[in-house]
Nanobody, 119 residues
Framework: QVQLVESGGGLVQPGGSLRLSCAASGAISSIYVMGWYRQAPGKQRELVGTFTSGGTITYADSVSGRFTISGDNVQKSVYLQVNNLKPEDTAVYFC?????????????WGQGTQVTVPG
């Protein structure tokens, strides 16, 4: 099993910034992908971006340059920096962890952290 602990959400005024953190622990293999997703009220969960154990960072096409993902392979952590926050960024942000094993990819989710940007 893999445990994920997220932190950093909250109420942020428009134009502000925040940094979300997610730390993984447990049965972590050497090959994994950590990512951030978000789910706005009434909408489907959508990918923000990913960080791999090889150090590659990718972003969803829909994500603007206001989002920056970084990661730490030693700490098994992934971070999401969001600048110039807008009301449409209001969502629950979820950390995702996928690890490679002999049985294939195993998928884990964090509990989610609420980000609210008042309109």
């Amino acid at each position: 099993q893999v445990q994920l602990v997220e932190s950093g959400g909250g109420l942020v005024q428009p134009g502000g910034s925040l940094r979300l953190s997610c730390a993984a622990s447990g049965a972590i293999s050497s090959i994994y992908v950590m990512g951030w997703y978000r789910q706005a009220p009434g909408k489907q969960r959508e990918l923000v971006g990913t960080f791999t154990s090889g150090g590659t960072i990718t972003y969803a096409d829909s994500v603007s340059g206001r989002f920056t993902i970084s990661g730490d392979n030693v700490q098994k952590s992934v971070y999401l920096q969001v600048n110039n926050l807008k009301p449409e960024d209001t969502a629950v942000y979820f950390c995702n962890f996928r690890r490679w094993s002999a049985s294939g990819w195993n998928n884990y989710w964090g509990q989610g952290t609420q980000v609210t940007v008042p309109g």
